[in-house]
């Protein structure tokens, strides 16, 4: 059983360029997140989706775009990388019955130069 | 949410219980409080919750004061692998988890 897979694991991208962030999950869940963890702080909430077709806008939504087309799938898109979006980003799941607790993946480390 | 309050680092010696406190005063009555866990750069690791009883699983026991002002998360044999950031975490249904900097724990062979 996968859990929450996140690809790629690292990724060295020059200011400006963009790219797609990969999270897809195994567990039937249907809500999905995607947060930003800086170095020495805790995560923090990008978007989450509440199943296929919805999301929403979390804590720091700005340069950055989500979309949820299956239920398996949530890719994060950075349109204009800036060095403020360096980070590690954490994709996560849960099920829709209230209080499941969520599933991080490992996580992408991603460096804006 | 309510907000957290947690010390930032604690030591504890393989093979003791370690007490990880965390204060939310400000908690309503329909939150529950979280503990996760992440060692060293992977993503958190679910551990327990509970609204007002004492709750406990296979990883830890979670004590909840009466007041549900506060509470204590404990690993009843930590081990090495116990070493980790953990974060106390109130919210009201388990979603849109709001994170502080949580308790560095060491333990310490």
């Known amino acids: 059983n996968a859990g929450v897979t996140q690809t790629p694991k690292f990724r060295i991208l020059k200011i400006g360029q963009s790219m797609t962030l990969q999270c897809t999950q195994d567990?039937?869940?249907?809500?999905m997140y995607w947060y930003r963890q800086d170095p020495g702080m805790g995560l923090k909430l990008i978007y989450y989706?509440?199943?296929?077709?919805?999301?929403d806008k979390g804590e720091v939504p700005n340069g950055y775009n989500v979309s949820r087309s299956t239920t398996e799938d949530f890719p994060l898109r950075l349109e204009l990388a800036a060095p403020s979006q360096t980070s590690v980003y954490f994709c996560?799941?849960?099920?829709?019955?209230?209080?499941?607790?969520?599933?991080f993946g490992d996580g992408t480390r991603l460096s804006i130069l | 949410d309510a907000k957290t309050t947690q010390p930032p680092s604690m030591d504890c010696a393989e093979g003791r219980a370690a007490n990880l406190p965390c204060n939310h005063s400000?908690?309503?009555?329909?939150?529950?409080v979280y503990w996760y866990r992440q060692i060293h750069s992977q993503g958190p690791q679910y551990i327990i919750h509970?609204?007002?009883n004492n709750e406990t699983n296979e990883m830890a026991s979670l004590i909840i004061t009466e007041d549900r002002k506060s509470s204590t998360l404990i690993l009843p044999h930590a081990t090495l692998r116990d070493t980790a950031v953990y974060y106390c975490?109130?919210?009201?249904?388990?979603?849109?988890?709001?994170f502080g900097q949580g308790t560095r724990l060491t333990i310490n062979p």
């Open positions: 400000t908690i309503s009555g329909n939150e529950y």
């Open positions: 509970g609204l007002k």
């Open positions: 975490i109130v919210n009201k249904g388990a979603q849109k988890l709001v």
């Open positions: 567990m039937n869940h249907n809500y």
């Open positions: 996560a799941s849960s099920y829709r019955t209230i209080n499941q607790p969520q599933h």
């Open positions: 989706s509440v199943g296929a077709g919805i999301t």
